[in-house]
DNA sequence: GTCGTTGCAAAGCGTTTGCAGCCTA
DNA sequence: TAGGCTGCAAACGCTTTGCAACGAC
């Protein structure tokens, strides 16, 4: 991450315009619209380098392959659309985890995903 | 799953002898101590199938390939230990997903999943 | 004997890596 | 001009699929 390239800008910019957590694919496509002749891999290695310096952050989901976020946000979770694979953030995290967690363990962390229709998919 | 073979029954008690979710490739190791020459494909085709057939269910884990456990559980979810990467049952889940759910998506299903350290690995 | 099932190998699919050439600093 | 960065293609690891042989019923 040394260098400003036009390749890292477009991918940078693909993410930060995104409403929604993006996969490598969909970063390809949108960051295309800059750089037509943008490759995969340099898609995978920027978003690799970007999680690294912690300017985007990994969203996880089940099953799914991972999706990627401009880091620094609120705490939240995500919601995906079993039509249209779209991934969508919501806003609140009404739940306290620790009354579940068994005794003697130490929660660190959670994640939660909603799963169902999005708003489009859903008419 | 019409008919019943040494290898279904080895992959079927593989996964019933368990005392937590398991992967594939655990799955075959196990199957293998009864039927040594079994295939990896087999192994998936019979998890699809006993999916499908509601006997299995999926455990999806952020970040990690899915894995199997006995269907007819009580609705719960798992702590994913980071330590020994070992996935425990979480009895409780205070479900209020619906009022965190954007208006217009329809929320069919959740999964949550609990990190730390499990009661060994925190002592 | 039928045809569901299996094992092997090949094909997919998403991701990573090797390498020669490019281009930023 | 050096060497970080890129595009291409090959390599990878995991999962699925094609196909001929096997074996449950």
Known sequence: MERKTRQRDAIWLALERASRPLGPQEVLE??????????IATVYRNIKA???AARLRVVELPGVPDRYEVAGKDHHHHFHCR?????FEVETCSDDFDQVTPAGFYLE?????LYGLCASCAL
Chains 1, 2 share one sequence.
Request: glycine share 8%; aromatic share 0%.
């Open 30 to 39: 949108r960051a295309r619209q800059e750089v037509p002749r943008l490759g």
């Open 83 to 87: 039509s249209c694979d779209g991934v």
């Open 109 to 113: 962390r959670h994640e939660v995903t």
């Open 50 to 52: 970007l999680v690294a």
